[in-house]
Nanobody
Framework: QVQLVESGGGLVQPGGSLRLSCEVSGFTLGYYTIGWFRQAPGKEREGVSCISSTDGNTYYSDSVKDRFTISKDNAKNTVYLQMNSLKPEDTAIYYC?????????????????WGQGTQVVVSS
């Protein structure tokens, strides 16, 4: 049974940091490319970051470059999204997703499995 579970969301002040985790089960993390997406109120779902299954190549959207870092620990079956210098515009529900594709994927329709999401609120 394939399952992805996000955690680590919460309320943080602007300029603060959070680390999101995506724990996967039912498949070997090393064989899947993992993406992080978010959906803010009134906006479409946006691809935030991705880490490929083959060589660990990463992708970041322009809005989070230089602030967010994606990483993974295959032994722990967990992917992380370190979020620094958070802004109110980062407020959203964050989802992780998995695909058998071996290269970077940035569109949500390219992913096969999804977590339930975790809420991030950036506010004073």
């Amino acid at each position: 049974q394939v399952q992805l579970v996000e955690s680590g969301g919460g309320l943080v002040q602007p300029g603060g940091s959070l680390r999101l985790s995506c724990e996967v089960s039912g498949f070997t993390l090393g064989y899947y490319t993992i993406g992080w997406f978010r959906q803010a109120p009134g906006k479409e779902r946006e691809g935030v970051s991705c880490i490929s299954s083959t060589d660990g190549n990463t992708y970041y959207s322009d809005s989070v470059k230089d602030r967010f870092t994606i990483s993974k620990d295959n032994a722990k079956n967990t992917v992380y999204l370190q979020m620094n210098s958070l802004k109110p515009e980062d407020t959203a529900i964050y989802y992780c997703a998995a695909t058998v594709a071996t290269s970077i994927r940035a569109r949500e329709d390219e992913y096969d499995y999804w977590g339930q999401g975790t809420q991030v609120v950036v506010s004073s």
